[in-house]
């Protein structure tokens, strides 16, 4: 089944925040592909690159800069992987470096 982890990271970084090094990245996605339960993953530009898009009721478009969510976390990245079951999938997220500092969501990938 497939699984994606959604890697939330601080929207500020504060002192008591354990930020992942780089080299704890690379070796986790090492690990993931090893694995072979690697599907895709990506991290995700600066979010002053972001841009939404919000349509209303009769179509109308209206795009800004973007998103301003009043939260503590943002998304960050992401892996998609396929593992047997759920509590693979959570182990999975326990061993991304972006737990430690932030959040992974884990949320099943729909098949239609």
């Known amino acids: 089944m497939k699984y994606m982890l959604l890697i939330n990271s601080p929207a500020e970084e504060t002192p008591e925040c354990d930020q992942p090094s780089f080299e704890e990245w690379v070796a986790y996605d090492k690990a993931v592909r090893e694995a072979g339960v690697f599907v895709a993953g990506e991290s995700l530009a600066d979010l002053t690159t972001a841009t939404a898009v919000r349509v209303d ?4 478009r209206t795009v ?5 969510a009043e939260t503590r976390e943002i998304l960050g ?5 396929d593992v047997p079951d759920l509590d693979v ?17 884990v949320r099943p990938v729909a098949e239609f």
Do not use: E, M, N
Request: proline share 6%; hydrophobic share 40%.
């Open 57 to 60: 009721s009769s179509g109308g």
């Open 64 to 68: 800004t800069d973007g998103p301003f």
């Open 77 to 81: 990245g992401f892996y998609v992987i």
């Open 89 to 105: 999938a959570l182990d999975w997220a326990a061993r991304c470096p972006g737990a430690r500092a932030g959040s992974v969501v």
